[in-house]
């Protein structure tokens, strides 16, 4: 069994050393660290370079183009897609796998929201909790969080779905094809931590969230049909 952790990256030099520094790899299976240099400016794909990451260049800016790209290269059988600015902790990388990794989950889901938003700025917190509730009153789940990227997932569910969304909508995106493919998905509480920056665009973002998951109901609701 082997693991590939795919990270997209757009300059961040300053915590990425730190992110893969931190990735417990005597925890976890065989495992491939994939860094997606998605354009940057800064000493990014050097500093991943340095501390042993395989860097794969992706000049198409976009969370979403940058982690297909990344996927897309990974040889692993359980793909974990994770964030490069210190916002996901790597230890958590054990508890997110191993049920993919056992067979008991084709997927597992990061869930941030679970107490007072530590780590997280009120503004996000608050569009996160909406997104979700949106989401879980559309699609029957009970997800506190719809929006973290970090999961973890058998190669067997990335070659069933399909994904094109570009952007930071990629979240929403893959939790839509996992509701229309019939994909179980388990919830995994990990932790938020604070960052300095963040690549998301509040309003912009939320609102194509919003416009993402209303547009693909039709299709949802036919698969229910279907069965």
Do not use: W
């Not at 940058?66 to 990974?74: E, F, I, K, Q, Y």
């Not at 969080?145 to 999961?151: A, I, N, P, S, Y």
């Amino acid at each position: 069994m082997k693991v590939s952790i795919v990270i997209p990256a757009l300059n961040e030099e300053e915590s990425i050393g730190r992110v893969l520094d931190q990735i417990p790899l005597g925890k976890l299976p065989q495992t491939e660290v994939i860094v997606v240099d998605n354009g940057s400016t800064d000493r990014t794909a050097q500093v991943a370079l340095s501390r042993g990451a395989r860097v794969v260049s992706e000049p198409r800016r976009g969370y979403g183009v940058a982690t297909m790209s990344g996927v897309s290269r990974a040889s692993g059988d359980v793909i974990v897609t994770m964030d490069a600015d210190g916002a996901h902790s790597p230890s958590d990388l054990p508890v997110l796998i191993d049920p993919v990794v056992k067979g008991f989950s084709m997927a597992t889901v990061g869930v941030r929201i679970h107490s007072f938003p530590h780590g997280m700025k009120i503004r996000r917190f608050l569009g996160n909790v909406l997104l979700a509730r949106v989401f879980d009153t559309l699609y029957g789940e009970r997800l506190s969080d719809v929006q973290c990227g970090f999961r973890a997932m058998s190669r067997k569910v990335f070659d069933k779905i399909t994904l094109s969304e570009i952007g930071m909508q990629f979240t929403t995106e893959l939790l839509l094809e996992l509701k229309e493919k019939r994909v179980p998905f388990l919830p995994i509480q990990v932790t938020q931590a604070e960052t300095d920056k963040s690549h998301l665009r509040e309003v912009q973002d939320f609102l194509g969230n919003v416009i993402l998951m209303l547009r693909r109901f039709p299709a949802f609701l036919s698969t229910r049909g279907s069965g």
